[in-house]
């Protein structure tokens, strides 16, 4: 599903992988990556320029370039993006309570499975205690009765048919009625496609709307076809008015044009899609899902956030200013390793971030370093910590004791702390003005 266009967003994160500062010739150089890979996906081209736009003018803003973690935030828009482009929340169907029958028209051309899908359709809603009713209006394809008989009984789901019909209005009154008697609560109501969108099949489907009135008309289309989906779905939606979509085979459209384009161009939402030949594989479309599948990660926008509450850029940027101002003390040292030792938590996590993986440096969070420093750190009083110069032998060899470290490693700390306090005060004399940078440079300084 979708494996072309993960695997292209992947390609074009490569550009801002692992970087602590991205230019904003990094988010040019995404960005037209990023738009290959929607045309190559066949989006609908407008679609594409929407994104393209937006998405620049979001990323180039201030938030972005100047955040401690631009790389993400960068990835957090064109995900939130992408959720928007595929419809934002998601829609479900709009149905009345139980007490009252709904009827739902599935409509499309031949071949994109509407026979398949009204079964799908009816299974889902038996299975969220609904008691729904097939009704087979397809009287022009001859096996089309006999298939949706097979599928209602494979899911024991009833059928209302009639041997012999012309009429599909007809034969839905029919349905209607023992709908009506039995109590059924959800008219599912199956109809004639055709191999192209013509008058007869436009009429026919207008009188049906007409008769039945439905609370949803859902518009099944083919996602192999892409474009060509979409322009169905908007043609459908002018002549009959649809509400929703479903796109099938889903599972063999590795590329996603049809999803992406949908909203925008028809303003309908894709409301399920079908995910294999079997009645079970049918899904209610999430677009945040889907956006994550894109992205080739689980859950970006929680991701994010987590990172966000390790490295506070409020935090990073007090950081700075101790640094500027020479007033940095080994208790700030302590407090970056235990951000950073959080940090490490989640290391696996910024992995998934297309691109990221094998980007970041095994060194970079030395568990075992941060302990031993954590420990040392731990064991000097307040007073040292303020002031590293009055640690002279003999409390050093309190607080090698006390860590259960060395006097040597104590005594290393302390030396690394003085030349990393130098080595910063250079940097942000050259103008270095990357508190994230500061901020993994200080918990990621260990001996090698
Ligand atoms: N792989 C896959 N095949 C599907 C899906 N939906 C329908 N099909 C197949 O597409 C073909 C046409 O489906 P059908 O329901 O008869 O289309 P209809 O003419 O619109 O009623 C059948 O062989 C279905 O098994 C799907 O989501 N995934
Ligand atoms: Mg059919």
Not at 298 to 324: R, W, Y
Request: with cysteine.
């Amino acid at each position: 599903m979708l494996d072309k266009l993960t695997q292209k967003f992947s390609d074009a994160f490569r550009f801002i992988a692992g970087k602590s500062v991205i230019t904003e010739k990094n988010i040019d150089d995404t960005v037209e990556a990023i738009k290959m890979a929607l045309l190559e996906a066949d989006v609908n081209l407008r679609v594409v320029r929407r994104f393209v736009n937006s998405t620049i003018e979001e990323a180039k803003g201030e938030r972005v370039l100047r955040s401690v973690d631009p790389g993400q935030q960068f990835v957090k828009i064109v995900h939130d993006k992408l959720v928007s482009f595929l419809g934002g929340n998601g829609e479900g169907l709009k149905l009345k309570g139980p007490d009252t029958l709904s009827t739902v028209l599935m409509l499309g051309l031949q071949g994109s499975g509407k026979t398949t899908s009204s079964a799908k359709l009816a299974l889902r809603l038996k299975k969220e205690g609904r008691k729904p009713l097939l009704a087979a209006c397809d009287l022009v394809r001859p096996a089309a009765v006999e298939q949706l008989t097979v599928l209602g009984s494979q899911i024991n789901v009833p059928v209302y048919r009639e041997e012999g019909a012309k009429d599909p209005v007809a034969v839905y009154k029919g349905a209607l009625a023992l709908a009506r008697k039995n109590l059924y609560d959800t008219l599912i109501i199956d109809t004639t496609g055709r191999l192209q969108i013509d008058e007869p099949m436009m009429e026919e489907l207008k009188r049906l709307k007409d008769a039945a009135k439905p609370d949803e008309l859902l518009l099944v289309a083919d996602s192999m076809t892409g474009q060509s989906a979409v322009d169905i779905a908007k043609t459908f939606d002018e002549k009959i008015g649809i509400t929703g979509v479903v796109l099938t085979k889903f599972d063999s459209d590795t590329r996603g044009g049809a999803a992406l384009s949908l909203k925008t161009v028809t303003g309908k939402a894709l409301k399920f899609v079908g995910t294999g030949e079997k009645s079970e594989d049918f899904e209610p479309f999430h677009p945040d899902r889907i956006a994550g599948r894109i992205l080739g990660m689980g859950d970006v926008v929680s991701l994010v956030e987590k990172a966000q509450e390790v490295i506070d850029q409020e935090d990073a940027l007090k950081l700075q200013k101790k640094i500027e101002k020479e007033t940095l003390t080994l208790d700030d040292w302590l407090e970056q390793i235990r951000a950073v030792k959080k940090m490490g938590s989640i290391q696996k996590m910024l992995e998934m971030i297309p691109g990221m993986a094998g980007q970041i440096d095994e060194d970079t969070i030395n568990k075992e370093d941060l302990k031993h420093q954590e420990a040392i750190l731990s064991s000097m009083t307040r007073k040292e910590r303020a002031n590293y110069l009055i640690i002279g032998p003999s409390r050093r060899s309190r607080i090698a004791r006390g860590s259960g470290t060395s006097v040597a490693e104590v005594g290393r700390l302390i030396k690394k702390f003085e030349k990393m306090r130098t080595m910063m005060k250079k940097m942000s004399k050259m103008g270095a003005k990357n508190p994230a940078a500061m901020q993994q440079m200080m918990g990621g300084m260990y001996p090698r």
